[in-house]
């Protein structure tokens, strides 16, 4: 990702510029519906081939192994082949993923299904951000970041929709075989894109770097002035696995990247995400219709929490949004697990689950969803930034299988008020280490942040200015 500094006088964003950013966030979007389709195919299929809660876990989970897979290949892939045929590839396997999902005969086929799925999944999440982050110009770079997250809560909430659309039928292999189409449009957008000119000049093709930018950028100074940046930045290599056995202040980022997405995941949201029926039917709502409807209003509070973060974010801070929302979720997963325990029998009863599980949403969507992915983008120095941030995807995916392979075990081990008093002790884990470690970026720049690291400075004070 580059840092330059392009001159502040930019008058606007070239319409092109927004029309490849768009397609490139499309990624966010097969993303989102990849994650939150399975929540409501879930009990159909399950049915149709007598699946216990362990194959149904194997089923959601092996879609994150192959997300993890996906993330790491894609970092080498990337530099070789280009953000753009990286993509290709990835948007490539959304599209085998979801048919075979469709035709899947069995739970083997399903679950190879899921995996491919999986892996065009990781290749999303770590080739867009980084695509958007080096074709968007700096003054809309951040505000894209975050829009790759709506872009992916408006996936889950798509996804949500069809399913419940669906549900009436009970048709599972519609639910899953319809993302057909829009992975079709996402490979049809990326053929159109142009490579990123900042890998362009990595390998030495200037003149075509040029050819890019002069498409993109409203003048054709502010094209020449940001070609010059670039070429400076590129100087600074890659080399981010010596760095890190070199250096013991990127690894203290590395690490930090790696514990913050463990921290998103380990919030909870992700098993809501993926199990929401299934908790609106230990919450009292029996009718699949009244699960499904549940969930798409789930899903919708995902997508309008998010535009409050995306709001707040440069202006109150990272590390007190993060507070907050880890806060809320704490207080929600408490008050929820403690409902469970005295069992939910009224109407009153239920509703107030709902609200509770709204609430939960809301915090993780204002806070977690999107500042963790904006962090792991930051604190990364610029010459180990692609290992640091292959190594802070994966370990969300990571995390995602853990926490998607373990909750039905665990409602089954710990019944459903000992699962959520679990995660609501990890939402106050997550408030401690927040105090601990977490920086605050707001207003700084990257190449701050960087010198900081590399004085020595604690984690929690490399966003201070120097
Ligand atoms: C997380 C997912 C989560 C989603 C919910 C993403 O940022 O990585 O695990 O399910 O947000 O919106």
């Given at each position: 990702m580059t840092t330059h500094v392009i001159p502040q006088s930019v008058p606007h964003t070239n319409r092109q510029t927004l029309l490849v950013c768009f397609l490139a966030a499309l990624a966010g979007l097969l993303f989102g519906l990849d994650m939150g389709v399975i929540a409501g195919a879930l009990p159909f299929l399950a049915k149709e081939f007598g699946l216990n809660s362990h194959q149904q876990e194997m089923v959601v989970s092996v879609m994150m192994l192959g997300a993890a897979l996906g993330a790491l290949c894609s970092g080498p892939l990337c530099s070789r082949l280009g953000r753009k045929k990286t993509l290709l590839i990835g948007a490539a396997l959304f599209v085998v993923g979801s048919v075979g999902c469709a035709f899947a005969p069995d739970l083997q086929m399903l679950v190879i299904s899921r995996f491919l799925l999986g892996a065009a999944v990781g290749v999303a999440s770590f080739v867009a951000p980084l695509y958007l982050s080096e074709i968007a110009p700096e003054h809309i770079r951040g505000s894209m970041i975050s829009l790759y997250q709506l872009m992916i809560t408006i996936g889950i909430l798509a996804a949500f929709l069809s399913d419940t659309a669906f549900s009436h039928s009970g048709n599972w292999r519609w639910m899953l075989g319809i993302i057909t189409f829009p992975a079709l449009i996402l490979f049809a957008g990326v053929m159109t894109l142009p490579e990123s000119p900042r890998w362009l000049m990595m390998k030495n093709k200037n003149a075509l770097a040029q050819k890019v930018l002069m498409l993109l950028r409203s003048t054709e100074a502010e094209a020449h002035a940001e070609l010059e940046a670039i070429r400076e930045s590129v100087?600074?290599?890659?080399r981010g696995w010596q760095l890190f056995r070199a250096n013991s202040n990127f690894r203290r980022t590395t690490y930090l990247g790696v514990l913050l997405q463990f921290m998103q995941q380990v919030t909870g949201m992700t098993v809501i995400m993926y199990y929401a029926p299934k908790i609106f039917a230990i919450a009292g709502f029996a009718s699949t219709e009244q699960q499904m409807w549940g969930t798409v209003i789930a899903g919708l509070t995902n997508v309008l929490a998010t535009f409050i973060a995306i709001g707040l974010v440069d202006r109150w801070g990272r590390k007190p949004i993060l507070k907050l929302g880890f806060s809320v979720m704490a207080v929600c997963m408490a008050l929820m697990g403690y409902m469970f325990f005295i069992g939910i029998t009224s109407l009153a009863q239920q509703y107030t689950a709902v609200t509770l599980l709204l609430i939960f949403i809301t915090g993780f969507a204002m806070s977690a969803g999107p500042l963790i992915w904006v962090l792991c983008s930051e604190i990364q120095p610029l010459a180990g930034r692609d290992f640091g941030v292959t190594c802070s995807t994966m370990a969300n995916w990571i995390a995602n299988m853990i926490i998607g392979a373990t909750f039905l075990t665990l409602i089954d081990n710990v019944g459903s008020a000992g699962t959520f008093w679990l995660y609501a002790g990890l939402n106050v884990l997550c408030i401690i280490l927040t105090l601990l470690f977490v920086p605050e970026t707001k207003n700084i720049s990257l190449e701050n942040i960087e010198k900081n690291l590399m004085a020595g400075l604690p984690l929690r004070s490399i966003g201070s200015s120097l």
């Open positions: 100087k600074i290599t890659q």
